[in-house]
């Protein structure tokens, strides 16, 4: 079993910046890889990134790429999410969830924290 928290949701302008984190416990980084989901209201979930666990490759839903960056802290076990240059249709809850790869439907995941892009 893996547990997932995520926090550093919150409100922000268009155009300003905000880092999500993910923590992981047991430590996981090594074993699973990580995912960024979201979920607009009325909306489907949909996959903002992912992080490979053995060799640390990104993937990024294209709308975000150049926007939006994924690293990880191994020591920490905290996987982040740096989100630059926010938009309005960026407002969402965020999720981070773990697999053995970088799936849709990942297997552990975490409760969201909301993210709130004002215009």
């Known amino acids: 079993q893996v547990h997932l928290v995520e926090s550093g949701g919150g409100l922000v302008q268009s155009g300003g910046s905000l880092t999500l984190s993910c923590a992981a416990s047991?430590?996981?980084?090594?074993?699973?890889?990580i995912g960024w989901f979201r979920q607009a209201p009325g909306k489907g979930r949909e996959g903002v990134g992912c992080?490979?666990?053995?060799?640390?490759?990104?993937y990024y839903l294209t709308s975000v790429e150049g926007r939006f960056t994924i690293s990880k802290d191994n020591a920490k076990d905290t996987v982040y999410l740096q989100m630059n240059g926010l938009l309005p249709e960026d407002t969402a809850v965020y999720y981070c969830?773990?697999?053995?790869?970088?799936?849709?439907?990942?297997?552990?995941w975490g409760q969201g924290t909301q993210v709130t892009v004002s215009s």
């Open positions: 047991p430590a996981t980084l090594d074993t699973y890889a």
């Open positions: 992080i490979t666990n053995s060799n640390g490759i990104r």
């Open positions: 969830a773990a697999d053995w790869t970088c799936i849709q439907s990942m297997l552990f």
